[in-house]
């Protein structure tokens, strides 16, 4: 781990408190322990804790007085819940009084190394300024295994000079992936452009991209630079780069391997020091096939693929993500709004989110802005939310529809019910942990095979 920290573990029972101390050590943290909620609350002011874990149910005093009692006095220690299996209301609960973030019993050593290493990022940051603070959207925001390893690989890519595909349907944040990299890269304190490749008429995007020569078409009164110029000494991506041209295509592909570029309507060559980074939502290996995709362009592209899996695959991040755009939509509108109650909570996680995180941030901004406060309610959430029944533990199948997205609701129904743990859920389905990767993983690719088929 980066820096070390002191953690207090405040757990009434001791061979979960033992487990956790033994993996605190091996990370290098300081480790105190609290065997109950009051003397939890003693030791915040003699051991000074930097993080607390903190179990919802102690005798003396639960998680939740604990919370209390720190809010009372003001104290902004990062706070994690250690919680059973008694349902998401005290999770809730919790998020309200101050808490960043659950985890379930059985903790996941990996989930909470993560939690534990953003949260050194940004308290280290708090002072000395952290590359995550510059992002003008925030970090990525998440708990999933999933979003780790998205962190993870976009730690290890950063630092080098290689180009990125960034897969991912729409909404799922790949363009805030493609930004991290370059805030976390040694072009940090440069440009960063974006431009959406579908966006651009046909006959506007090779000026768009590599700029024109005064004269250069109809409507050139003067020479301007295009998007590989202004970007320049830092990193430019392309959204949805497959819907260039073949002829365009080829001509980017000349000038990632030259570095250098012409006008439109040019003669003189320009030296180039930009980072190209790619996005798409589509199914790449049949783009190549269809003809969409050079597969020399995509060789030059790929040297690292970075995939950021759909919202409804982790359900465990719905929580942290509705937490941080109601604290800033509410900032924003001024709005006294501090969390939702369960009812709502259990809404959001019960949507299958179709349009990802993008959806969920549109419907809290809308909710905001309805809701009197403090707390969004269910009413507060569009009309596609009302009348639709919450996750319970069966659900009904029209007779005809196809196994495969019989098998693909089930699975993430499952997932929900043990809120986003898969490793439970695939011991209920009765499946192995690397089966039901292996079976999301189809399922994904088979929506976009059959997206793009559509299309």
Same mark, same amino acid.
């Given at each position: 781990?980066?820096?070390?920290?002191?953690?207090?573990?405040?757990?009434?029972?001791?061979?979960?408190?033992?487990?956790?101390?033994?993996?605190?050590?091996?990370?290098?943290?300081?480790?105190?322990?609290?065997?109950?909620?009051?003397?939890?609350?003693?030791?915040?002011?003699?051991?000074?804790?930097?993080?607390?874990?903190?179990?919802?149910?102690?005798?003396?005093?639960?998680?939740?007085?604990?919370?209390?009692?720190?809010?009372?006095?003001?104290?902004?220690?990062?706070?994690?819940?250690?919680?059973? =299996?008694?349902?998401?209301?005290?999770?809730?609960?919790?998020?309200?009084?101050?808490?960043?973030?659950?985890?379930?019993?059985?903790?996941?050593?990996?989930?909470?190394?993560?939690?534990?290493?953003?949260?050194?990022?940004?308290?280290?940051?708090?002072?000395?300024?952290?590359?995550?603070?510059?992002?003008? =959207?925030?970090?990525?925001?998440?708990?999933?295994?999933?979003?780790?390893?998205?962190?993870?690989?976009? +730690?290890?890519?950063?630092?080098?000079?290689?180009?990125?595909?960034?897969?991912?349907?729409?909404?799922?944040?790949?363009?805030?992936?493609?930004?991290?990299?370059?805030?976390?890269?040694?072009?940090?304190?440069?440009?960063?452009?974006?431009?959406?490749?579908?966006?651009?008429?046909?006959?506007?995007? %090779?000026?768009?991209?590599?700029?024109?020569?005064?004269?250069?078409?109809?409507?050139?009164?003067?020479?301007?630079?295009?998007?590989?110029?202004?970007?320049?000494? +830092?990193?430019?991506?392309?959204?949805?780069?497959?819907?260039?041209?073949? =002829?365009?295509?080829?001509?980017?592909?000349?000038?990632?391997?030259?570095?250098?570029?012409?006008?439109?309507?040019?003669?003189?060559?320009?030296?180039?020091?930009?980072?190209?980074?790619?996005?798409?939502?589509?199914?790449?290996?049949?783009?190549?096939?269809?003809?969409?995709?050079?597969?020399?362009?995509?060789?030059?592209?790929?040297?690292?693929?970075?995939?950021?899996?759909?919202?409804?695959?982790?359900?465990?991040?719905?929580?942290?993500?509705?937490?941080?755009?109601?604290?800033?939509?509410?900032? %924003?509108?001024?709005?006294?709004?501090?969390?939702?109650? %369960?009812?709502?909570?259990?809404?959001?996680?019960?949507?299958?989110?179709?349009?990802?995180?993008?959806? *969920?941030?549109?419907?809290?901004?809308?909710?905001?802005?309805?809701?009197?406060?403090?707390? *969004?309610?269910?009413?507060?959430?569009?009309?596609?939310?009302?009348?639709?029944?919450?996750?319970?533990?069966?659900?009904?199948?029209?007779?005809?529809?196809?196994?495969?997205?019989?098998?693909?609701?089930?699975?993430?129904?499952?997932?929900?019910?043990?809120?986003?743990?898969?490793?439970?859920?695939?011991?209920?389905?009765?499946?192995?942990?690397?089966?039901?990767?292996?079976?999301?993983?189809?399922?994904?690719?088979?929506?976009?095979?059959?997206?793009?088929?559509?299309?």
């Amino acid at each position: 781990m980066a820096e070390c920290k002191r953690i207090l573990i405040a757990e009434d029972d001791p061979s979960v408190r033992g487990l956790l101390k033994e993996l605190l050590q091996r990370w290098s943290f300081e480790v105190a322990e609290a065997v109950d909620g009051l003397q939890a609350c003693k030791m915040l002011d003699t051991y000074r804790p930097d993080i607390l874990l903190l179990d919802i149910k102690m005798p003396k005093a639960d998680g939740l007085a604990v919370l209390s009692e720190m809010r009372a006095r003001q104290l902004t220690i990062p706070t994690f819940i250690i919680s059973g =299996e008694g349902g998401i209301s005290d999770a809730v609960r919790a998020v309200k009084l101050g808490a960043e973030d659950y985890l379930e019993k059985p903790v996941e050593p990996n989930q909470l190394r993560m939690l534990l290493r953003r949260t050194q990022e940004r308290l280290a940051g708090q002072s000395a300024g952290t590359p995550w603070q510059k992002l003008g =959207e925030g970090p990525i925001i998440g708990q999933s295994p999933a979003i780790a390893q998205v962190m993870e690989m976009i +730690g290890q890519v950063a630092p080098t000079e290689a180009p990125v595909i960034i897969m991912g349907e729409s909404g799922t944040g790949k363009e805030l992936v493609a930004r991290t990299i370059h805030t976390l890269s040694p072009r940090g304190e440069g440009p960063y452009l974006g431009v959406n490749c579908a966006a651009l008429p046909a006959n506007l995007i %090779e000026s768009e991209l590599f700029g024109h020569e005064k004269g250069a078409f109809t409507g050139a009164d003067e020479a301007r630079k295009g998007c590989f110029e202004l970007a320049h000494g +830092g990193s430019l991506l392309l959204d949805e780069f497959t819907e260039m041209r073949p =002829e365009l295509q080829a001509k980017l592909l000349r000038v990632l391997e030259d570095r250098k570029l012409r006008r439109v309507g040019g003669h003189r060559e320009i030296a180039l020091d930009v980072r190209v980074l790619a996005a798409s939502n589509s199914d790449l290996g049949r783009a190549i096939v269809e003809g969409k995709l050079r597969q020399d362009l995509y060789y030059r592209l790929s040297v690292f693929v970075i995939t950021v899996p759909p919202l409804r695959e982790r359900p465990e991040d719905i929580i942290p993500l509705t937490q941080a755009f109601i604290q800033r939509f509410a900032a %924003e509108s001024h709005r006294p709004i501090t969390g939702t109650d %369960e009812e709502c909570m259990v809404a959001l996680q019960s949507y299958s989110w179709p349009g990802n995180v993008r959806q *969920l941030r549109n419907v809290i901004q809308r909710a905001v802005a309805l809701s009197p406060g403090p707390y *969004l309610k269910r009413s507060d959430l569009p009309p596609e939310f009302q009348n639709r029944p919450l996750t319970g533990t069966s659900f009904q199948v029209r007779v005809g529809t196809p196994l495969e997205e019989v098998e693909q609701d089930l699975i993430n129904r499952t997932i929900l019910a043990f809120r986003g743990n898969k490793t439970r859920a695939a011991k209920a389905l009765g499946i192995s942990l690397r089966t039901l990767y292996n079976r999301l993983s189809h399922n994904r690719a088979a929506r976009g095979s059959q997206r793009d088929r559509s299309r």
